[in-house]
């Protein structure tokens, strides 16, 4: 980033407010964004917190936004109050070292919002190593991401990062390479933060919770990172109470999530299928979630750097091959601009919602998808998909709720209670 092209920065007020273990109201106000003297890539971000509740913890996510070219700027190099931690009402300054984030870029016009939430943290961990006897799963709050070279963070731990509420335009533009019918463009507003897995469920978190492992890649060197396959939206919410979504959010107690709710108290769950693609999107309006579109449906090397998918793994292997077929390492390619993982390929991924095949263009706000289909929604591709099928808007492959495949997994969410 050069030095001089940075000058103006525009700031932002907050985005949206969650209330987790009070009623306490929260909001950022005078948020002020401005680079250092001589414009250097060192960007102080001063803000004030409001809460009617003087001792609240709260936790300030910034979010960049490239105006010009409406793509979201990842903001992991920051200092400064409420950048590890919580703070307390009252004027505060982050400090973000921009050229550490983001040195490709030379625009002058960014855009800084920041989303003040109480009663939770940018991160949420649930410590899965006691296994599938354990009463319990001790959880807890991060204000820092995993450390990536521990795999801790892909096996015992499962870690989830805060999705801000937000509008976004869900589906494809009418001229985007390789979009079909049921991708039309339409706004969608979520009007509640959530928390979503950084990393598709892995065969050895599965493990821990199960005591089962169903996948095919099960190679003794690499299996734990994985990604769990070859399960079912049955097996992860049941076919009784869990078969009834959107009636409600219940789900049948021997379900995967059956084990994870009662052993943490909270409400994981699949993510729907907009909380997904905004998530996948993270602030993005290409084809791909690194600001790219394809340049062809069926091999492209845009979407290599961030997925695993039929035109970068071998053509042949079984079993017992290692990574160069099928299935990659969880976090293996590069994430989007929020820190999620492998949202381009891998595996299938199930969402909550039964399929409709025309969502429409009228604005929305969190929709629940079809009252009445009896295939389920599945997002993002795989290790044994085209480059089309792996597109944030691609939705076109919906499955029976019983199906498991080599070519199917999923990623926790966590709805936040109302």
């Not at 109480?118 to 319990?136: C, F, I, Q, R, W």
């Not at 905004?278 to 791909?288: F, H, S, V």
């Not at 597109?391 to 999923?410: C, E, L």
Request: contains cysteine; negative net charge; hydrophobic residues 35%.
């Amino acid at each position: 980033m050069t030095l001089k092209r940075m000058k103006h920065w525009l700031g932002m007020l907050a985005l949206a407010t969650w209330a987790a273990t009070s009623a306490a109201e929260v909001s950022v106000t005078n948020v002020v964004v401005h680079q250092r003297y001589p414009w250097n890539g060192m960007v102080d971000i001063d803000y004030e917190v409001v809460a009617d509740d003087p001792e609240a913890d709260v936790w300030v996510c910034p979010n960049g936004v490239d105006a010009d070219r409406g793509t979201m700027i990842p903001m992991l190099a920051l200092s400064g109050d409420g950048a590890n931690g919580a703070v307390k009402p009252g004027t505060h300054r982050m400090t973000w070292n921009a050229d550490a984030d983001a040195p490709e870029y030379h625009t002058r016009n960014f855009q800084v919002s920041m989303t003040a939430v109480v009663g939770a943290s940018l991160y949420l961990v649930v410590d899965l190593s006691g296994g599938p006897e354990a009463e319990s799963y001790p959880v807890r709050h991060s204000g820092t991401g995993p450390d990536l070279a521990d795999d801790g963070c892909r096996t015992t731990n499962l870690w989830l990062r805060l999705v801000p509420p937000g509008t976004f335009t869900m589906g494809s533009p009418t001229n985007e390479l390789g979009r079909l019918s049921d991708e039309k463009e339409h706004e969608v507003t979520l009007s509640e933060p959530f928390y979503l897995a950084i990393f598709e469920c892995t065969q050895k978190q599965y493990e821990l919770v199960m005591g089962t492992n169903p996948s095919y890649f099960t190679n003794a060197t690499c299996y734990a990172t994985r990604p769990v396959e070859k399960v079912s939206y049955n097996s992860l919410r049941g076919t009784l109470a869990g078969a009834n979504w959107p009636a409600h959010r219940q789900v049948d107690e021997e379900s995967f999530f059956g084990k994870l709710r009662s052993r943490t108290a909270l409400e994981f769950d699949l993510p729907t299928e907009a909380q997904w693609e905004y998530a996948c999107r993270a602030g993005t309006t290409t084809a791909l979630n690194n600001g790219m579109n394809l340049t062809a449906t069926n091999n492209c090397t845009n979407l290599s750097a961030v997925g695993r998918y039929q035109g970068n793994r071998s053509s042949s292997g079984s079993a017992s091959s290692t990574t160069d077929y099928g299935t990659a390492e969880v976090g293996s390619c590069l994430p989007n601009a929020w820190g999620f993982y492998d949202m381009h390929g891998n595996v299938w991924e199930w969402c909550l919602d039964r399929y409709a095949s025309n969502l429409g263009t009228a604005a929305v706000t969190d929709p629940e998808g079809a009252s009445s289909n009896s295939n389920r929604v599945r997002r993002g591709g795989s290790w044994a998909s085209d480059a089309q099928a792996c597109r944030s808007a691609y939705r076109n492959d919906p499955k029976s709720p019983s199906t498991a495949n080599t070519s199917t997994g999923f990623r926790p969410a966590l709805a936040l209670p109302r």
